[in-house]
């Protein structure tokens, strides 16, 4: 059983350098120092960037980070000026203990990390529902998950929505939690093979924001902020990296951006990219999750902190799982994914934030009202520095995830969070890539 995000109850489911870099730098390229002949170019200041700097930086190797956003830490991103409190706009989550680089880093520093607590809060229509229902919900989930499993343990490389034919009052909800709200994908839209070689994890919760961890990692590294990478070029030696800051020759440039900005164009490639590799990267979109985060003065969802509150979805599929009171702080994550996801990200903030408030008070009644400060949401799909939130293999391209890791002319490499084999869509694989690609980049270098 699989679950890349949350773990549900009785279901296994889911420095160079700082100081001689910068003493290599020359003087102005954009609005910041780098230098314009390095061995290596880092496209991407995100969980994976972040780690590969790392690792350049411990074999001293010279290199230059550019990233085309104003901060660090990508799809990690914590801010506290909205809510007075850590707000979590992208990774949440803290996953994969075992391997996930940022575990140790969570445990050592100020940031309050706790494993997650597993209570849920489950309504339908008539209030919230008793355990004989709930034991319905889980029951199916199972049975979907199942069916997903066996697909994956038989290498069918097939839309969980062809294999899980579960039907009865709570299957609507399975799917909503499995598909949108796991995967932020629909079920017809992701491979259960894929799926199932994901690694399952147990969460933790970072109180200070798992965004506010990777950019204190990043903290000291050199890098070009605002400086948007536009074409590579990579028909002569080495790389030609054209940014909005100027051109930067190196031998080889490390390439950690969704696959959704590699999807756009926005980067050209000269020569284009390799078929298989243009296939791969269209075969492994980016999926649609986003936070409709609301701020209450008090814990009207009664479970302390950090419960999870699930309402019976209808065949409409207009839904949102919700994680309440995180880390005390007051402020739910409301969260919606897949094609509804996308509808109501172009419906804009005031009608996502109006359509969770409609369910809530259905729901809990005036205290919603009553408590609520204030709302915000995320965007992740319209950012053209993201263009969606996580990406995962669509049915029949699941052997495409080892193309993405394969180099290109031995001077590009892809790394980030879609290039790990089975922590994708995650924080703590983005980190692991950025570091083997950035082993394997100075590898064949020689
Ligand atoms: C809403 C949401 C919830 C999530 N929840 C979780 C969770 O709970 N747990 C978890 O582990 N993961 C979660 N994830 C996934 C996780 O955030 C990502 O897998 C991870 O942060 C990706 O890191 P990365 O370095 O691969 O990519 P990114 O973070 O996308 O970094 C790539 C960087 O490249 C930059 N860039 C883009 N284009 C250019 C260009 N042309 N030139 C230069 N720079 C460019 C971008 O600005 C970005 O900073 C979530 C993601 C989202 C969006």
């Given at each position: 059983m699989k679950n890349p995000f949350r773990t549900l109850p009785s279901m296994s489911r889911r420095s160079l350098i700082a100081g001689s870099a910068m003493s290599l730098l020359l003087p102005t390229f954009g609005r910041a120092e780098v230098e314009t002949n390095p061995d290596i170019v880092i496209v991407g200041a995100g969980a994976a960037g972040i780690a590969?700097?790392?690792?350049?930086?411990?074999?001293?190797?010279?290199?230059?980070?550019?990233?085309?956003?104003?901060?660090?830490?990508?799809?990690?991103?914590?801010?506290?000026?909205?809510?007075g409190v850590p707000f979590d706009h992208g990774a949440h989550w803290v996953q994969s203990e075992t391997r996930n680089p940022y575990f140790e880093r969570a445990k050592d520093g100020p940031y309050r990390f706790y494993r997650a607590p597993d209570n849920y809060r489950v309504f339908d229509a008539g209030g919230e529902v008793d355990s004989d229902a709930l034991a319905v919900l889980w029951r199916t989930w199972e049975n979907v998950e199942e069916a997903m499993g066996e697909a994956g343990e038989n290498g069918w490389d097939v839309a969980p929505s062809t294999v899980a034919?579960?039907?009865?009052?709570?299957?609507?909800?399975?799917?909503?939690?499995?598909?949108?709200?796991?995967?932020?994908?629909?079920?017809?839209?992701?491979?259960?093979?894929?799926?199932?070689?994901?690694a399952d994890s147990i969460d933790w919760y970072c109180a200070a924001g798992y965004g506010r961890l990777v950019a204190d990692h990043g903290a000291g590294l050199p890098v070009a902020l605002d400086t948007a990478v536009t074409r590579i070029a990579w028909d002569g030696a080495g790389v030609t990296v054209e940014t909005?800051?100027?051109t930067i020759k190196a031998r080889a440039v490390i390439l950690t951006v969704s696959t959704g900005v590699l999807a756009s164009g926005d980067i050209v490639f000269d020569p284009a990219l390799p078929v298989s590799m243009q296939e791969a990267i269209h075969?492994?979109?980016m999926g649609d999750y986003n936070h409709i985060a609301l701020h209450f003065s008090q814990d009207i969802f009664g479970m302390g902190e950090d419960?999870?509150?699930?309402?019976?979805?209808?065949?409409?599929?207009?839904?949102?799982?919700?994680?309440?009171?995180?880390?005390?702080?007051?402020?739910?994550?409301?969260?919606?994914?897949?094609?509804?996801?996308?509808?109501?990200?172009?419906?804009?903030?005031?009608?996502?934030?109006d359509f969770v408030m409609e369910k809530l008070r259905a729901m809990l009644g005036s205290d919603v009202d009553r408590t609520f400060r204030k709302g915000a949401t995320t965007?992740?799909?319209?950012?053209?520095?993201f263009r969606g939130c996580y990406a995962s293999a669509s049915f029949g391209a699941y052997p495409m995830r080892r193309v993405l890791r394969e180099p290109i002319g031995e001077r590009i490499f892809l790394a980030?969070?879609?290039?790990?084999?089975?922590?994708?869509?995650?924080?703590?694989?983005?980190?692991?890539?950025?570091?083997?690609?950035?082993?394997?980049?100075v590898e064949a270098l020689g």
């Amino acid at each position: 059983m699989k679950n890349p995000f949350r773990t549900l109850p009785s279901m296994s489911r889911r420095s160079l350098i700082a100081g001689s870099a910068m003493s290599l730098l020359l003087p102005t390229f954009g609005r910041a120092e780098v230098e314009t002949n390095p061995d290596i170019v880092i496209v991407g200041a995100g969980a994976a960037g972040i780690a590969a700097a790392h690792a350049l930086s411990e074999r001293g190797i010279r290199y230059v980070m550019v990233e085309a956003g104003s901060r660090i830490g990508g799809r990690a991103y914590t801010e506290t000026e909205t809510f007075g409190v850590p707000f979590d706009h992208g990774a949440h989550w803290v996953q994969s203990e075992t391997r996930n680089p940022y575990f140790e880093r969570a445990k050592d520093g100020p940031y309050r990390f706790y494993r997650a607590p597993d209570n849920y809060r489950v309504f339908d229509a008539g209030g919230e529902v008793d355990s004989d229902a709930l034991a319905v919900l889980w029951r199916t989930w199972e049975n979907v998950e199942e069916a997903m499993g066996e697909a994956g343990e038989n290498g069918w490389d097939v839309a969980p929505s062809t294999v899980a034919s579960d039907s009865g009052a709570w299957a609507n909800t399975a799917w909503f939690g499995i598909g949108p709200w796991e995967m932020g994908k629909d079920m017809d839209d992701f491979s259960c093979l894929d799926w199932w070689n994901s690694a399952d994890s147990i969460d933790w919760y970072c109180a200070a924001g798992y965004g506010r961890l990777v950019a204190d990692h990043g903290a000291g590294l050199p890098v070009a902020l605002d400086t948007a990478v536009t074409r590579i070029a990579w028909d002569g030696a080495g790389v030609t990296v054209e940014t909005t800051g100027g051109t930067i020759k190196a031998r080889a440039v490390i390439l950690t951006v969704s696959t959704g900005v590699l999807a756009s164009g926005d980067i050209v490639f000269d020569p284009a990219l390799p078929v298989s590799m243009q296939e791969a990267i269209h075969g492994i979109p980016m999926g649609d999750y986003n936070h409709i985060a609301l701020h209450f003065s008090q814990d009207i969802f009664g479970m302390g902190e950090d419960g999870y509150l699930l309402h019976q979805v209808d065949d409409s599929m207009e839904a949102f799982g919700a994680l309440t009171n995180a880390s005390g702080s007051g402020l739910a994550y409301c969260d919606v994914g897949g094609s509804f996801a996308r509808e109501l990200e172009a419906a804009g903030e005031q009608a996502s934030i109006d359509f969770v408030m409609e369910k809530l008070r259905a729901m809990l009644g005036s205290d919603v009202d009553r408590t609520f400060r204030k709302g915000a949401t995320t965007a992740w799909r319209s950012d053209p520095l993201f263009r969606g939130c996580y990406a995962s293999a669509s049915f029949g391209a699941y052997p495409m995830r080892r193309v993405l890791r394969e180099p290109i002319g031995e001077r590009i490499f892809l790394a980030g969070e879609a290039c790990h084999p089975e922590l994708w869509a995650t924080v703590g694989g983005a980190a692991l890539s950025g570091t083997e690609v950035a082993a394997r980049t100075v590898e064949a270098l020689g």
